[in-house]
């Protein structure tokens, strides 16, 4: 009876956490680009009630405030207004009332706060990301010294290094437990299920279904991180109780891929993320050999067969695929944005452009070009559709790619772009080589990891081991379904999408911490 009492306890304290964050979120907002049923109109004085509740559940269960961080991500465009004018999304307002909060308990209870790590043991449960992560940092804050907009280059470097690494922190503190872990990552799918819905609602009103983000891409990369947490119970070996219901809530991220334009997730990353899973699921390796062999003879045969047709689908989608009314794919879109990227990593390899601020190079921020046919570049004409732009001080030189064989790329028709769609060149011209090499070990090292963690519970009894396992498949198959999507698009340096890529970097590092893998040898329990 007390295990039930217990069980009810918490859920009414999860949901409390989470009204009140959204309460105090709504209230006031005039940044929010869709209704709330006039809440966004009222007074911000009558969310205050709402932040102290949520305040004092979260002194009571900071773990539970942690774990639930994820479902605050997808809402950054719509900062609220703390202080006057200085706006902070609902994952910065949580982090830092977590790590306020986390603070002054340490302060108060010291050697008795149960979630308190000597630097010693943080130390150790960070493991060889140490290095990688100081380097990172490093490069990001000399970044600064040569950006052209020192406001952006600040903003973007709490928005998407410092904050995203406190939260890792608050994570190796206080998730102590495989429940903790599964509420953060059953946070992480509900934040995309959410989005998911909006998408369906939204397309059904009105055709499209960018929801809170504006681009299709958005929803896209984010669901790059959550569906995948989904799949992987799905082909866990748990009870079909547990199955069935992530099954069907899988259904609406699938029916909102298919009427989304992100062709990088709906033709890239999750067939990829499939194979991947069923490899996973079949333990027998004869069976998966086997298997395995059928299933490449099949393709061969049913592309042999029909290879025109798949051509053809193919050149439609991929190659010829978003073909805008210049007749410039998106394929060569990308191309031609590499090209101004590997223009600028010509000019500056080292210390990169500063965080956030490709924009200001990439374009002149003070004469934007514009589709309008009667505009004439030279003569200055600026387009009021940009006019954020010029919040970028003039740069020396503008790396857009104008012609190419003699003819128009068109390029200066669409000079917004904020990044140059790929995650390795978009970190080197923001922060340098070797930020980009400290990116790069974080990906091995996270591979490398997954292997070691994998092998221990396949070699090994340990208790409660399938749920262990399909945390770290989920966690494995997110990050290849945004590495994918990376080499395409940017599934990185952004403030929603960082924080899940730091987010699947803990679930190994606080999985490894508690079925007693040690650093050293896989096989040997740490004590």
Not at 63 to 83: E, G, R, T
Request: hydrophobic share 55%; charged share 15%.
């Amino acid at each position: 009876m007390e295990t039930r009492r217990a069980f009810w306890r918490n859920r009414l304290i999860e949901c409390g956490l989470i009204l009140s964050m959204a309460l105090y979120y709504v209230i006031g907002n005039q940044n929010l680009k869709f209704p709330i049923g006039g809440l966004e109109r009222l007074s911000p004085w009558f969310a205050l009630p709402f932040l102290a509740i949520f305040i004092a559940l979260c002194w009571s269960r900071l773990s539970f405030a942690v774990a639930l961080l994820p479902l605050a991500l997808p809402y950054y465009l719509a900062p609220k207004d703390v202080i006057h004018a200085a706006g902070f999304s609902p994952a910065e307002i949580v982090l830092w009332i977590c790590v306020a909060i986390a603070a002054v308990q340490l302060l108060l209870r010291r050697q008795h706060w149960s979630y308190r790590l000597s630097w010693s043991e943080l130390r150790q449960r960070i493991g060889p990301f140490f290095w990688p992560v100081v380097i990172f940092v490093l490069a990001a804050l000399i970044s600064l010294i040569g950006a052209s907009s020192q406001r952006d280059a600040l903003r973007a470097l709490r928005q998407e290094i410092i904050d995203p690494l406190l939260y890792v922190v608050l994570i190796l503190c206080c998730l102590r437990s495989r429940q903790d872990l599964a509420r953060m990552l059953g946070a992480l799918f509900a934040s995309g299920l959410i989005i998911a819905f909006m998408a369906i609602v939204q397309y059904a009103m009105f055709g499209k279904n960018n929801t809170v983000y504006g681009s299709d891409p958005s929803v896209g990369l984010l669901f790059d991180y959550t569906l995948p947490i989904g799949l992987a119970i799905v082909f866990s070996r748990l009870s079909w109780k547990t199955r069935l219901p992530i099954l069907l809530l899988c259904i609406p991220f699938v029916y909102a891929l298919l009427h989304n334009d992100s062709r990088g997730s709906a033709l890239a990353a999750f067939p990829v993320v499939l194979v991947f899973l069923i490899i996973f699921a079949i333990r027998n390796r004869k069976v998966l050999l086997i298997g395995g062999a059928i299933a490449i003879v099949l393709a061969a045969a049913g592309y042999g067969a029909m290879h025109q047709k798949v051509d053809q689908v193919f050149m439609d989608t991929v190659i010829n695929g978003h073909m805008d009314q210049n007749h410039v794919t998106t394929l060569q879109r990308r191309i031609h944005l590499w090209q101004s990227a590997e223009a600028m990593i010509h000019d500056q390899p080292l210390f990169g452009y500063g965080l956030d601020n490709w924009i200001c190079h990439y374009a002149d921020p003070h004469v934007v070009p514009s589709a309008d046919p009667n505009f004439v570049k030279d003569g200055g004409l600026k387009a009021p559709q940009y006019s954020w732009m010029l919040s970028c001080p003039p740069a020396s030189h503008y790396y857009i790619v104008s012609e190419e064989n003699g003819q128009t790329t068109h390029m200066y028709d669409e000079p917004g772009l904020s990044h140059p769609h790929n995650n390795f060149l978009h970190i080197w011209v923001s922060i340098g080589i070797f930020g980009l090499l400290a990116f790069i070990a974080f990906l091995v090292l996270f591979c490398w990891l997954f292997a070691r963690i994998l092998r221990y519970l396949s070699s090994r009894t340990v208790e409660q081991g399938e749920h262990w396992r399909w945390m770290v498949l989920g966690a494995a198959a997110a990050m290849l379904a945004g590495f994918i999507q990376g080499l395409v698009d940017c599934s990185f340096l952004a403030q929603d999408l960082v924080f899940c890529f730091w987010l699947l970097v803990a679930t190994l590092l606080v999985i490894r911490a508690q079925i007693g893998l040690s650093w050293n040898n896989p096989l040997r329990l740490k004590h």
